[in-house]
């Protein structure tokens, strides 16, 4: 068994009870199951989905661990449907089966995967035959729609089941009208806690010119017990059907016997759960918390803006302020349609602000092949250890150097060219290209790499932009726009009021200006750097000028 | 441009010269083309497809080039077809344009891919346009077969030319009574040279109980002038889809523009054309040939035997005498299908002769995750290059660890399970763990794993079965026979006129005893080896016995 258990464990079992009493004929023990032996909304079926769920319908534990939760709750919900009808279980506490099944499905990636936020699987999707059973549970009680049709074409099956028979015979219908898509869930955030003020999971989409759709995902909610990642304000990246900034899943091999059983494995707690195992800022080189589980719990990311409005900006900002000691933290992500880029433009201001000078490593696990840098850098001839502990020692520093101003790392994913560029509000940096594997005497890791834009100072804004451009397919030798458009990023300044970042494109220059205030739609802000005023109403705005390019 | 300058380049330059001169009515320059200009069968397009191809039919350049040369071929040997029908081109030198086609289709795995032998991308496959071409005039003008169709079928297209309309209505009128299947080519042994004795290139096939098909490679042949490999008796192994023993190919960026222009790289001296790059056995560190392209052209493998009549076992033997000096090397390769496995049990038994005592680095490039091994190894805290030059220099030294007896390591690979038993008749070994990327100041490399098997000693014996086994679904979580049925492999002994190995599986005890000398099918060979005398006739005997296993 592993050493973390599973609230949903428990979960499981109370579904199972009440199943089995029912088969058995003991309606007693189905009576406790549904209202717990107390009677008092403490324990059972009822109390549990009121409890466990978020009012967004979000399962804290994420969602690998929720499509396995949705399994039992929708079958125990079928059987209560059919022998309990006095409950009324599809329409119980404002539908919550129904909200958290939607909330799941909303997670998921335009390919039909989940982001393995904490401990999860890189490749768990919404086939799961627990998902199976949630869509077509859902499509019966509460309706098709195309998202439904979309996810049930990527499943290529449904619950045996007359629920599954309503959806089956919807896909039927749709597709003899015209050829169902691929589902294309609205940007959403989903709150944590049980009164959905625990912070949020923020899931923003964005569509190019062709339908690729482009899914962002920041964690600003709580860390999720045993299971959770210490990435608060972490991110993922996906488009062009793969995810392009990272998460690593958990450090697992399930069901591989002769992998320490298929457990959970030592190097999912010294490495896949750590800080710097993310897309996110390491600050001094330790893990958020401290590692520390009780004190993550009690903590949780604070939602600033989640702005989704617009088709040409989206964008979402939050807070992590008790994370490390003395600093508190904002991360605010946009994703920026121009007509000059192929695909929407991922733009990131990650501010720490303290009192102290701190070291701030700003990494990106990305995958692929170095295509090209803008500035020198040495491979190293032996290479050791990032660090010593928080993760750094199983990083091998494969190579590093220092670059002015703007550092640009382009690399190629399959068939996709990215060219990241970032900077900071510091003087000096250094970045550094890492690979997983390192103490790993048992080959448990995957070897994976990242890079990692180091800065030190005190108050601090890092700024990154990250280009999605071009077409590489080796079988047919063909390579389009291997350069990318974006020429540099610039912090033009920061403080408590504002943020402002300006950024080169061949045709424009971009200036973000991002409120790093508790804001209204309304609100005014100004900000000086430079002599240079910049005001912008409600929580960011986005200025975009054509230029002329200097041949 | 790139530094070599295949000949292939002077093959498409005649195709084009004949063609524009019928293009511009001026017959003189397609004679010219067709002919030579001194029509003294020293140039022009008849005497190259004359000289170029081994009788087998088989392209000196390997695949990745024969592809390339297979377009002009088909598209000036079609024009000739019409405007000079007095040449009889199909009928030419007893067929050899579609000898020459059927042997370049014949070299493909079972997904329609190129082993990427020589320098040549891993994706080229059988769906590239000159391929296409090929396929279309081969069903035009020497008939459609199963396997062409199949190859179609992977195509996915034909040549829009009414070449194209004859395959396409034969594979209309097969799909209208049943499924088209994918190929199967039978095994077969190519010869090279322009009178087919300079060793030659192996295909051993052999599909398992569910129609998957293994596919086994040897080059025992030529070395392919600027763009060969120093990897004579090299090995590649093919199933379930992928490349179990791979090929590296070549380190080079087609039309990656920022990649060097995407020429090939220097890395591609430096590594993916050494042994150490390969499945070999590499010698004292060094390169075959002393990776002297003058050298190995002047010299090539020697073929012993090639057994592909039973469907139970199937094996190649070759000799390389002159790649290393003062040493001769033998690799006998077999195929053994057994009740008790799943897929076929790949053998493998290099031996190498001569007076001196060398290292021998038996080196095998997989891809995966290690799952296990029979014994302990450190891995490296720290680490350095394997060597400093012949593409060691490349390769980090990431653990290692010396087994007793026989040496196990397994892996995973996507949903397949391979478990490697290697051993020796020297004393001692020491397995190394190894990945590339070290001394690559540009991050040139693909970043992958190898494992290598060292010893040392005057002549040697090295054994090694591959067991193909089980089957892991990450998304859905299951995993089936992880660990394989193979328990070990030992030296029973080895001299000048034979090699005796022994294997134990869970059910049976396998002898397999091969003959060193030139042989014919009904020579009588004897050797005796810890007083047991073992006999058998022709090339190879496999001897299985059925044991109880002691619980």
């Known amino acids: 068994m592993t050493l973390t258990v599973s609230i949903i464990t428990v979960f499981v079992a109370v579904a199972a009870v009440g199943i089995c009493g029912l088969a058995i004929g003991k309606r007693e023990y189905l009576n406790m199951a549904v209202y717990g032996i107390e009677r008092n909304d403490s324990g059972g079926f009822l109390a549990q989905i009121s409890q466990l769920f978020a009012p967004s319908g979000y399962y804290m534990e994420e969602p690998y661990y929720h499509r396995y939760a949705i399994r039992p709750t ?77 996810m049930a074409k990527i499943q290529d099956r449904v619950w045996m089941h007359p629920c599954g028979l309503v959806l089956s015979r919807a896909l039927e219908q749709a597709e003899q009208k015209a050829s169902v898509g691929m589902p294309f869930w609205p940007s959403v955030e989903l709150n944590e806690g049980s009164d959905g003020t625990h912070g949020a999971q923020g899931f923003i989409r964005m569509q190019d010119k062709k339908g690729d759709v482009s899914q962002l995902v920041m964690n600003y909610g709580q860390h999720g017990m045993g299971h959770g990642n210490f990435d608060t304000l972490g991110i993922s990246f996906f488009n062009r059907g793969q995810e392009v900034l990272r998460e690593y899943g958990f450090a697992r091999w399930v069901n591989v016997e002769p992998k320490f059983g298929g457990r959970y494995l030592d190097e999912n707690k010294s490495y896949a759960r750590q800080t710097i195992a993310h897309n996110a800022v390491t600050v001094d080189g330790k893990c958020q918390n401290n590692f520390d589980v009780a004190r993550a719990d009690s903590v949780h990311g604070m939602p600033h803006f989640f702005s989704v409005d617009s088709d040409v900006n989206s964008g979402m900002s939050a807070f992590a302020n008790q ?141 990154s932009a990250l280009e999605t451009h071009g077409y590489f397919n080796e079988e047919f030798e063909q ?73």
């Open 74 to 150: 929708c079958l125990f919900a079928e059987v209560l449907n059919r022998h309990m009808p006095e409950v009324d279980i599809y329409n119980y506490k404002d539908k919550v089966i129904g909200n958290t099944v939607n909330a799941l499905l909303s997670t998921a990636y335009p390919n039909g995967e989940f982001p393995a936020l904490n401990d999860a699987s890189r490749t768990m999707s919404i086939t799961d035959m627990g998902v199976q059973v949630a869509v077509s549970v859902y499509s019966k009680h509460y309706g098709v729609d195309d998202n439904l049709l979309g």
């Open 323 to 463: 994370h490390y000691d003395g600093l508190s933290m904002q991360r605010s992500v946009f994703m920026l349609a121009l007509d000059e880029l192929e695909s929407p433009l991922l733009i990131d201001l990650y501010r720490v602000a303290g009192e102290s000078e701190h070291q701030y490593d700003y990494s990106h696990q990305y995958q692929g092949q170095i295509v090209r840098t803008n500035f020198d850098y040495q491979s190293h001839q032996e290479v050791s250890t990032l660090g010593a502990d928080n993760g750094y020692q199983h990083l091998w520093n494969i190579a590093s150097g220092k670059p002015s101003e703007t550092a640009l790392v382009s690399w190629l994913q399959n068939n996709t060219y990215y060219t990241w560029l970032g900077t900071s509000s510091n003087d000096s940096s250094e970045v550094f290209f890492t690979r997983t594997g390192a103490n790993d005497p048992s080959f448990n890791l995957r070897s994976e790499p990242a890079f990692i834009y180091r800065t030190a100072g005190k108050t601090t804004l890092l700024a």
């Open 479 to 551: 390579s389009v726009n291997a350069r990318g458009k974006v020429s540099s990023i610039k912090v033009l300044g920061h403080n408590d009021v504002g943020s402002v970042v300006q950024i080169f494109t061949s045709n424009s220059l971009i200036i973000l200006m991002v409120c790093n205030q508790l804001t209204t739609a309304t609100s005014q802000h100004s900000v000086t750097f430079n002599q240079i005023n910049y005001q912008w109403t409600g929580s960011y705005a986005v200025d975009i000028t054509a230029i002329k390019q200097e041949k």
